[in-house]
């Protein structure tokens, strides 16, 4: 099973896409892990103002510690959101003031305060704790200090530098895919040109490809260059083949009938005269079968290269005629051309020649002796030529199968034939856009009409 084609186009596009949304959302993942750090830094470092002016604010008297709260150590904690304030004061262990079961991580001495995020009264809250030993009598006091703050003017600046940094993220996304768009169109232009360019030829034409390409491209340009000058070898070849191919059987075969039919005349003994004629029927077809083979083979070759020219259907016709009505007298047929005057048309000569001598010929075959066969050539709306003869007409259930290859009616097994004329003439009608039509006259015998496009 053959793989379903992709599109290289859009390959490369999803590509850079894919590309560049993986970078817009590490874009946005990195605004907000950094704003979230600094947003951290900033909150982190207003508590630690605020609990190191709670700590300068400590005196010690007569071993007891008196704190006297300033009102800057919690106005510096106000926010937008009314964020909550909570604090809490031990000396040794021993809560003085403030919210019992604040505890947050223990701190280091030296004033370094210590930070940590838990929950507390119902809400998420951002913890400093400094702990310093104070000098007493009899002996020192450690104080601990700890101030939390609620996280939601936090949060709420989060979710604001999110969006933007969400809406920045999208435009990224969205100018990154335009781009991504416009150059995969670029990048695979050079390409399509090169394609409309070979597919603007004709099909005779194997010019090698001279355009400038990228460089990536030129391996290409270069494989396909030499593809059509092998093609345009091979080509030449076989129409070298068929024409001495064609000329080689023919000949040979005429020399044997033209000896077989000498000895006919010398030979006096019935069984011998009938085997010489059972020899000549059979040079006859085996002739005939190799010139519509090679006919056939003519045919293939230029229906995709048609040499067309400016021709004349009646001139073609008469030419034909001319050629073929001493055989038809030698049937005892009449070979009649009708025309009412000259036909013009754009097309392939020899193979219009070729289609109208299969369908002339295949006439002279299936008529019986002193009928008339006739060629009509007109021009009504489109070209057309129609041979007639007074035969025995096509098997009406076969006629439309005749036109296929070595397809005989059921009705001439005792004529010889190969079964190619009518398949010939059907493929020089539909190279030249038209067709092959094939009917039975109402008086009796066969109709071929060979339909052209101007």
Known sequence: MNAKPRSLRRRLTLTLIGGA?????????????????????????????SVTSLLDAAVVRDGQIELDVPYAAFA???????????????????????????????????????????????AQVRVATVTQTLPANPRPVSLTISVAQT??????????????????????????????????ASTLRPLRQIAESVARRGPSDLRPVTRTVPTELSPLV????????????????????????????RTPLATVRSHAEVTLMRVDKDENRQALRAMIRAI??????????????????????????????????SDIVDRLTPVADMMDLD????????VPV?????????????????????????????????????PTITVTDQGIGFPDDQIDMLSNRFQRGNNVKDT???????????????????????????????????????
Request: with cysteine.
């Open 21 to 49: 949304a993986v970078l817009a959302i590490l874009f946005y993942m990195v605004i907000r892990l950094y704003a979230q750090q600094i947003a951290q830094q900033s909150q982190d470092r207003i508590l630690e103002a």
């Open 76 to 122: 510096m904690l106000d926010t937008p959101a009314d964020d909550r304030v909570f604090y809490a004061i031990y000396q040794d262990q021993t809560l003085l003031s403030g919210y019992a079961g604040l505890e947050g991580a223990t701190a280091q001495t030296r004033r370094t305060p210590a930070f940590s995020t838990r929950d507390f009264a119902g």
């Open 151 to 184: 996280r939601d003017s936090l949060a709420g600046t989060l979710l604001t530098i999110s969006i933007n940094a969400a809406v920045f993220g999208g435009a990224f996304f969205l100018l990154a895919a335009g781009m991504a768009l416009w150059t995969s």
């Open 222 to 249: 270069s494989s396909l260059n030499a593809l059509m000058t092998r093609l345009n070898l091979s080509l030449t070849q076989s129409e070298t083949f068929i024409a001495e191919a064609a000329h080689r059987v």
């Open 284 to 317: 006859d077809e085996s002739s005939r079968a190799a010139g519509q083979l090679l006919d056939h083979a003519m045919v293939t070759f230029r229906r995709d290269q048609l040499e067309r020219q400016d021709i004349d259907l009646v001139a073609i016709c």
């Open 335 to 342: 070979l009649m051309l009708v025309d009412q005057g000259p």
């Open 346 to 382: 754009k097309a392939d000569p020899i193979l219009i020649q070729n289609a109208v001598r299969n369908l002339v010929d295949n006439a002279l075959k299936y008529s019986p002796p002193d009928k008339v066969v006739r060629i009509i050539v007109a021009c009504d709306p489109d």
């Open 416 to 454: 010889v034939g190969s079964g190619l004329g009518l398949t010939i003439a059907q493929d020089v009608a539909e190279a030249h856009g038209g067709h092959l039509e094939l009917k039975n006259l109402k008086g009796g015998g066969a109709c071929a009409v060979l339909h052209l496009s101007h």
